[in-house]
Antibody
Framework: QVHLVQSGDEVKRPGASVKVSCKASGFTLSNYAIHWVRQAPGQRLEWMGWINADNGGTTYSQNFQGRITLTRDASANTAYMELNNLRSEDTAIFYC?????????????WGQGALVTVSS | EIVLTQSPATLSVSPGERVTLSCRASQSLSSSYLAWYQQKPGQSPRLLIYSTSSRATGIPDRFSGGGSGTDFTLTISRLDPEDFAVYFCQQYYSFPRLTFGGGTKVEIK
């Protein structure tokens, strides 16, 4: 059974960084791609970027370029999202989600989400 | 960026009714590159429909998708109490740069 299990909720100060993990079970991470999506209160889902877990290739949304780093550890079957220079607008649930890495494919499974609260 | 506009924002309906949700794209997505998801409070999204009209594994046949070009629909033929949720569309024509609609909330009348 496919599962993406994310790390727990976090509270951060403005300007700090957060690193969220996403552990895959029921499948081999390196056979897929992992997307990261932000869901801020009252806002639509926002795509942040993706990582091809096979070759480590990444593409980032321009809205997060320069602040986001996506990585993966194939041996741990885990993907990571690090977001720097946090601001209050980053208070949101962050989801990891899986798709086929081959391109022009949809997300089929989502993690449970990690709430990041940015507050002074 | 491809913008997806969903309408209506909220639908108030009774169990057993038929509903149709709309998703309009700012540019053509061909006939294939649209998915629909269901999200309940406190839960992560669940895939319902991909490639415009293909049901995901385990999705009941009361859910159906259609459309092409810039106009797409999700129809629920007979609303079950468990179907009250938020539904949103997502395009992957510009993969990997995905975009999502703003969502339609289906609530109990």
């Amino acid at each position: 059974q496919v599962h993406l299990v994310q790390s727990g909720d976090e509270v951060k100060r403005p300007g700090a960084s957060v690193k969220v993990s996403c552990k895959a079970s029921g499948f081999t991470l390196s056979n897929y791609a992992i997307h990261w999506v932000r869901q801020a209160p009252g806002q639509r889902l926002e795509w942040m970027g993706w990582i091809n877990a096979d070759n480590g290739g990444t593409t980032y949304s321009q809205n997060f370029q320069g602040r986001i780093t996506l990585t993966r550890d194939a041996s741990a079957n885990t993907a990571y999202m690090e977001l720097n220079n946090l601001r209050s607008e980053d208070t949101a649930i962050f989801y990891c989600a899986r798709s086929n890495p081959a391109g022009l494919t949809f997300i089929d499974y989502w993690g449970q989400g990690a709430l990041v609260t940015v507050s002074s | 960026e491809i913008v997806l506009t969903q309408s209506p924002a909220t639908l108030s309906v009774s169990p057993g009714e038929r509903v149709t949700l709309s998703c309009r794209a700012s540019q053509s997505l061909s006939s294939s590159y649209l998915a629909w998801y269901q999200q309940k409070p406190g839960q992560s999204p669940r895939l319902l429909i991909y490639s415009t009209s293909s049901r995901a594994t385990g999705i009941p046949d009361r859910f159906s998708g259609g459309g092409s070009g810039t106009d797409f629909t999700l129809t629920i033929s007979r609303l079950d109490p468990e179907d009250f949720a938020v539904y949103f569309c997502q395009q992957y024509y510009s993969f990997p740069r995905l975009t999502f609609g703003g969502g339609t909330k289906v609530e109990i009348k």
